[in-house]
Every structure is written in structure tokens, then in C-alpha cells.
């Protein structure tokens, strides 16, 4: 992949690109105005950000370090830099609100360019923001900005090849600037596959799923990305870490752990090796429904702990089984659709043969009833088409957004119940809460909410309070503030509580330690 080669940008106040956003029909229109009522919420057109706070001479710095073509400070492109993808980002720009807009982008192309970037910054107290696709649904991109001169968006889309491919040991080593398709595509060459398929895959970059512990839809075949990486190298403003010599290791703490989840504090991440495997020769979805959630759930647990896993599972509770995913009638009737599980299996002929027949000896014996192919495989036509969907909404005055959350399978059920609770307590009972598992281990899963409620006047309070009940309510039932998502800056204060004071410090301690300037994304991760 070439780092000339354009990049589809995602419009400044929707997901995505805009030429495949959706409308909602006209029985979709009725169903929404019954349940929340219509009231237009249209975006703010014409917005510009603030002026650029960097003078000139410091401008021509860093011009003179990655090019000037590769330094920009106009409009357009300061605003495609703005903040992230959650909810409360889309609303403020939506609302014309631009004031977290970097004073310039600077699109370095390597590691000696991003070190000297790094240095510039450092020596002027310039903040530093990497960006990788944008799709960050924590805040991880609103950095603060009071105590220092200006604020740069790190820019890494030219940093976009795969360096090298290892056929022996199964890795490659890929840029951080590619976006999941672009990495598909240079390791399909090679017939490989990474297998990492978030539901931002189609913007998300490499560094960004490294950076944020990502896990992908097929996660249960494939495993974390985080779990994916063997090596990385970053650049720090006090030097090269360079990390990964061998599969594994008993040489001290592994040092990659720093990095991967790190959100950009400590470092930016210009290289990672990661595991791959052989692309697919077949790929099959099958439909499973069950009577109830914890049935559901309960057959989940099974499967991990019998080493039986798919490639793809994941299970909607009632309410998102019924709403989102599939016709009733074809999963138990409009009156009691139960719950839809969707496994997937990926490998050679015989390899998906033997482990779906292994899957649905199981899966029958423990109650599930066999829908075929049908609701598989119309959930993974849609499965990157969710966002689009929110724009539709937050157009209509329908406040749409998502948290996630895992914890052990003992505290599955309360944990449910109790997010659900506080979400409710706070919106009124009239919000609709779905929630579905996606992620499963042997010893817990993930739980990832959808919520969806009228707006009224000030949406963006009315989510930060939902949030902020579902937060507490999470941390009190002992699980992790997320699973996913990352830290960011809105989980910052739940993050201390999780880690602990000492934790704390440590992070802070690391900190100080490679970036002793504090520029590297300031006020993100660290409490």
C-alpha cells in the first residue's frame, strides 16, 4: 500500500462516509415517531474552527521536518481532525462546535519523522494528539490544551505500508497509518489474514487498534488485537522502544503492555508484527434462537469452556433481537422472539465442517433451536452499518449511544441487571437499553448496551448523566469500565477507581518517565 494512495475521510459531524449514509424509510419514520416522537434535529452547517494558535516560525519548523505539503493549518482539514465518533463528539460538532480543533496537522512518514515531530513538539510544549482513522469513541481525541503553546494532530495516514511478511513464524509487520481494509488487502496479496473486524473496520487504523486494546467481531477465532501482537516499536519523546524478540518471554515485565492500550500518552506507535493466519477458503453463518438471555449466555459459557469456540459469536438479549436484528417471525414469532445467537466459522472445508458439527451437537443438546443461514448471514451483510443508523436518528431528535463493559461469567446476570437499572433510572423508562455479547472467554464475556431516548433540550447533559450512573453502577458490581473502548477522557475518573491509587501512580510514574513534558495527548488515560 502506497502512502500516496487517498484515504476516504469520515464526514466532520456524521460516521463514516457520507455517501453511504442512510435515510430512515417511511415505515421506519412511523415506528420511531411512535416510540420517541419526531423532532428534527438537523446539523449546523458552515461551522469553522478557531484560528490556528501557532505562529509562523513555528510552523516553518516543522515544515522544514516532514515537508511542507505535509503541514496543514487550513479549515477543512483542522475540522476532519476535530475530536472522534461517540455520541457526545458528533453532538458538539453537530452543534457547530469546533473549539477542540488542532492548530495544524502534521503528517510525518516514519519513525525518524515522528521522533523529530516528538522533539519539536517537546521543545516548544506544543501538545501532541496521534490520529489514526478517528473512530474513537471515548474521547480519546479532545486533548487538553490549557499550559501549552498549541496543539498538533499527529496525522499518521502516510505512514500506510506493510514492511514485511514472515511465512514461517506467520506475522507481518504493518504501519500504523493503514486502515483495516488497506491491511487486508496487502496481506490478502500474500494469501493471509489478520482476521480483526471491529465494527469501525472500514476507518479504523492499525496503530488505533493497537493503541486501544481493540477486539474485533470474529474475536472469539481470532482473539484481541492486542493478543495478535508480537512485536512493536514507538517513539517517545525521550527515545526508541523497540519490543518483542521472541514469541514469548520470561525476561522481565513484557514492555509491549505499555504501549498496547496506551492511547497515545506514552508513546506513538510507528510499527507493529503481528500473528496471522491463512485466509479463510470458507466462511459460513448460522442463526441460533434461545428462550432467554441467561439460556443463551449459559451456552456461551459452554463453549468456551469446552474449547469449542467459532470464529464468530455473539448473542442479543430480547429487546435487541426484537428491535434490531431480525424479523420475529422468523425466530420464534412477533409475540416471543426469544434471543438470537449468530456463530460463524472460518478455515479450510474440513476445518468449518468438524467444528460446526461439534458446535451444534452442543448447542442442541443445551436447548438451542437451528434457524440456518439466513439471520447469520443478514447479520453480517449489516455489521458495519450501525453508525450510519445513529446519524438517521440523532437527525430525528432520537439520542442514540453505546457503552460496553466485561466481567466474569458469576457476575454476568447482576451486572446486566444493574447497568440496565441505571440506565433506565436516569433516561425514564421510556429509553430503550439493548444489549448483546460479543466477546467470550472461558472465564467471563463482554456486555456491549445500545440506548436510545427522546433528545430533550441539552442531549449532550442527558447522556453524560445516563453515563455517568452506568459508570458507577459498573465499577460497583467489581467489572471493568471497558472492555474495547478505551479509556479516553470520559472514562478517566472510573478508570482510577478500577486500578487503584497505586496503579495510579505507576501510570503516572511511566509518564514521567517518556514524556516528562506531558505533550503526548494530555489530560487522556492518566487520572
Known amino acids: 500500500m502506497s502512502p500516496d494512495t487517498p484515504t476516504a475521510e469520515m464526514h466532520p459531524q456524521r460516521w463514516g462516509d457520507h455517501a453511504s449514509a442512510v435515510e430512515l424509510p417511511e415505515s421506519a419514520l412511523g415506528l420511531v415517531d411512535l416510540a420517541f416522537g419526531l423532532r428534527d434535529r438537523p446539523p449546523v452547517a458552515g461551522a469553522t474552527p478557531p484560528p490556528s494558535h501557532l505562529d509562523e516560525a513555528l510552523l516553518q519548523e516543522l515544515r522544514a521536518l516532514v515537508g511542507t505539503e505535509h503541514v496543514l493549518v487550513d479549515d477543512a482539514t483542522r475540522t476532519l481532525r476535530t475530536r472522534g465518533k461517540s455520541t457526545p463528539d458528533l453532538l458538539r460538532a453537530r452543534a457547530g462546535d ?9 503528517r510525518p512518514d516514519g519513525h525518524a519523522e515522528v521522533e523529530a515531530v516528538l522533539a519539536w513538539a517537546g521543545n516548544h510544549r506544543v501538545a501532541v494528539v496521534p490520529f489514526g482513522g478517528g473512530t474513537c469513541v471515548t474521547g480519546g481525541l479532545a486533548a487538553r490544551r490549557d499550559g501549552f503553546a498549541g496543539l498538533v494532530s499527529l496525522d ?38 489478520l482476521g480483526h473486524y471491529p465494527q469501525s473496520w472500514e476507518h479504523a487504523s492499525i496503530g488505533g487498534f493497537a493503541a486501544t486494546r481493540s477486539s474485533g467481531q470474529s474475536s472469539a477465532g481470532y482473539g484481541r488485537f492486542d493478543a495478535m501482537v508480537v512485536g512493536l516499536t514507538a517513539a517517545t519523546p525521550t527515545g526508541t522502544l523497540d519490543l518483542g524478540s521472541a514469541p514469548a518471554s520470561a525476561a522481565g ?37 434461545w428462550p432467554s438471555f441467561d439460556a443463551g449466555s449459559e451456552a456461551m459459557r459452554a463453549l468456551a469452556q469446552s474449547g469449542l469456540l467459532p470464529t464468530v459469536l455473539r448473542l442479543s438479549d430480547e429487546s ?31 476445518q468449518v465442517a468438524a467444528r460446526r458439527d461439534a458446535v451444534t451437537a452442543l448447542l442442541t443438546d ?22 450510519y443508523l445513529r446519524d438517521a436518528l440523532l437527525d430525528h431528535g432520537v439520542l442514540v449511544e453505546t457503552l460496553e463493559t466485561a466481567t466474569f461469567w458469576s457476575h454476568r446476570e447482576r451486572l446486566y441487571a444493574e447497568v440496565r437499572a441505571a440506565l433506565t433510572g436516569v433516561l ?56 474495547h473502548h478505551a479509556v479516553g477522557t470520559d472514562h478517566v475518573p472510573w478508570f482510577a477507581e478500577e486500578v487503584g491509587e497505586v496503579g495510579v501512580r505507576v501510570l503516572r510514574a511511566v509518564k514521567a518517565e517518556l514524556d516528562p513534558a506531558g505533550i503526548l495527548n494530555p489530560g487522556v488515560l492518566i487520572p
Open 156 to 193: 499518521l495516514v502516510r505512514m500506510k505500508r506493510l514492511l514485511a511478511v514472515d511465512t514461517v513464524s506467520m506475522t507481518a509487520t504493518l504501519q500504523p497509518g493503514l486502515r483495516g481494509p488497506e491491511a487486508e488487502a496487502a496481506l490478502a496479496a500474500h494469501g493471509l489474514t
Open 98 to 106: 469546533l473549539s477542540d480543533a488542532p492548530d495544524a496537522v502534521v
Open 253 to 289: 515485565p513484557d514492555l509491549r503492555q505499555l504501549l498496547l492500550g496506551s492511547e497515545g500518552v506514552f508513546g506513538v506507535i510507528t510499527s507493529v508484527t503481528v500473528r496471522v493466519r491463512p485466509a479463510p477458503a470458507v466462511t459460513a453463518y448460522e442463526g441460533w434462537r
Open 320 to 350: 435487541e433481537t426484537a428491535i434490531n436484528l431480525a424479523d420475529p417471525s422468523s425466530i420464534g414469532g412477533a409475540d416471543d422472539p426469544g434471543c438470537l445467537m449468530v456463530t460463524g466459522h472460518e478455515g479450510t472445508s474440513a
Open 366 to 387: 443445551l436447548g438451542g433451536v437451528p434457524l440456518g443461514a439466513g439471520p447469520g448471514e443478514r447479520w453480517a451483510e449489516g455489521r458495519f452499518h450501525a453508525p
Open 428 to 483: 425514564g423508562e421510556g429509553a430503550l437499553v439493548l444489549c448483546h455479547v460479543s466477546h467470550v472467554y472461558e472465564t467471563g464475556c463482554s456486555l456491549y448496551f445500545t440506548v436510545a431516548v427522546r433528545q430533550d433540550d441539552d442531549p449532550l447533559a442527558q447522556w453524560q448523566a445516563a453515563k455517568a450512573a452506568a459508570s458507577d453502577a459498573i465499577i460497583a458490581a467489581g467489572a471493568t469500565i471497558t472492555h
